[in-house]
T-cell receptor, first 114, second 120 residues
């Protein structure tokens, strides 16, 4: 089991460019999440998908869109990148009904917008 | 209002000693849970321990234990017998119900973290 995988690991964008961050999990989890982590901060929720076919906004959704492509994959798109979106992006997944409530995290994508 | 507060930006501990990392939380939800995650310098988020609000006993996982004081709204992490490999950022997080309660989806709200340094 690879767990939660994210691509790419690193990316540098110019202001105004677009890109899609990919996330996939092989644990048959229902719920998937995108978080961002700014320097010196904890993670903040951008968007989540409670189950295949649904997506909802989290705490900091502005400037992002998401797609739950299938049960395994949940992508995050930046349509027009801004320097304020320089951050480390984490994808996570969880099995609904799991009483441990644990979210399993991917390794992160470090994004720099110049 | 900050929901998770970690008041110690940095902590030092001697190898083999025990250390307590503080976490206080704020919620009006009677059903909630507290997590601790470790983030080493390599950047990944590693789950350490979980405590549910209705759990009668404090959670323990190996050298990690969670000192849960519900009335004080605190969920401190205790690491016993510190090792050099424990040097990392430690985040306290609280699970909260989000969206349609029928969907049963939860988000994690994180504190700002505590940087623990273990001294040989």
């Amino acid at each position: 089991n690879a767990g939660v995988t994210q691509t790419p690991k690193f990316q540098v964008l110019k202001t105004g460019q677009s890109m899609t961050l990919q996330c996939a999990q092989d644990m048959n989890h229902n719920s998937m999440y995108w978080y961002r982590q700014d320097p010196g901060m904890g993670l903040r929720l951008i968007y989540y998908s409670a189950s295949e076919g649904t997506t909802d906004k989290g705490e900091v959704p502005n400037g992002y869109n998401v797609s739950r492509l299938n049960k395994r994959e949940f992508s995050l798109r930046l349509e027009s990148a801004a320097p304020s979106q320089t951050s480390v992006y984490f994808c996570a997944s969880r099995l609904m009904g799991d009483r441990s409530y644990e979210q399993y995290f991917g390794p992160g994508t470090r994004l720099t917008v110049t | 209002a900050q929901k998770i507060t970690q008041t110690q930006p940095g902590m030092f501990v001697q190898e083999k000693e025990a250390v307590t990392l503080d976490c206080t939380y704020d919620t009006s939800d009677p059903s909630y849970g507290l997590f601790w995650y470790k983030q080493p310098s390599s950047g990944e988020m590693i789950f350490l321990i979980y405590q549910g609000s209705y759990d009668q006993q404090n959670a323990t996982e190996g050298r990690y234990s969670l000192n849960f004081q519900k009335a004080r709204k605190s969920a401190n992490l205790v690491i016993s017998a510190s090792q050099l490999g424990d040097s990392a950022m430690y985040f306290c997080a609280m699970r909260e119900l989000i969206g349609d309660s029928g969907a049963g989806s939860y988000q994690l709200t994180f504190g700002k973290g505590t940087k623990l340094s273990v001294i040989p």
